[in-house]
């Protein structure tokens, strides 16, 4: 099974992001709050790109 035709949980950290009221943050808070989510977004994207690598070094191995 695919991880994408698993059920997304509603209670995952980018769910409860999401609904977090950002009234309340100052500019201050905000731009910290932006860098921190880009640097996770860089990180998911060096996992996704490894991932994408691993699979396709041993489809090459296998001759997929």
């Not at 309340?24 to 996770?40: C, G, K, T, W």
């Amino acid at each position: 099974m695919d991880a994408d035709d698993l059920p997304r949980r509603t209670d995952d950290a980018a769910a409860q992001l999401a609904r977090q009221d950002l009234d309340p943050f100052s500019v201050e808070e905000l731009d910290e709050r932006i860098a921190l989510l880009e640097a996770e977004i860089a990180r998911c994207r060096k996992k996704k790109e490894r991932a994408v690598n691993h699979r396709a070094s041993a489809d090459a191995l296998f001759k997929r």
